[in-house]
């Protein structure tokens, strides 16, 4: 049974930093790409950061040189760095994985049925 448990988040002044985990069971990080996603009340699901099997990554526009992400295979854990933190980085976080999609599709938001989500980090920027 695939699963996905998020820690991390919370509330931080602008310019702080964050770090989110997902430890995930059923499946190896060592075979399928794992990414961060957020959705903006309004908006479109936007893929945060991505990593592949090989630890290839990608990152979207709005959070380059800001987030990294990465993960401990031993673990059976990846994590999101988030540093520089913004106001409008407020939104609720989900790490995900698809066991068919490559990273590509994964960070793009092409999914094939055989997705799986964490439950959702709340993280607030605020002053």
Avoid at 50 to 56: A, R
Avoid at 68 to 73: A, G, L, R, V
């Amino acid at each position: 049974q695939v699963q996905l448990v998020q820690s991390g988040g919370g509330l931080v002044q602008p310019g702080g930093s964050l770090r989110l985990s997902c430890v995930v069971s059923g499946f190896s990080l060592e075979g399928y790409p794992i990414g961060w996603f957020r959705q903006a009340p309004g908006k479109e699901r936007e893929g945060v950061s991505c990593i592949n099997n090989d630890g290839q990554t990608t990152y979207g526009d709005s959070v380059k040189g800001r987030f990294i992400i990465s993960k401990d295979n031993a673990k059976n854990t990846v994590y999101l760095q988030m540093d520089n933190l913004k106001p409008e980085d407020t939104v609720v976080y989900y790490c995900a994985t698809d066991l068919i999609a490559t990273m590509t599709d994964l960070c793009s938001g092409i999914f094939y049925g055989m997705d799986y989500w964490g439950k959702g980090s709340l993280v607030t920027v605020s002053s």
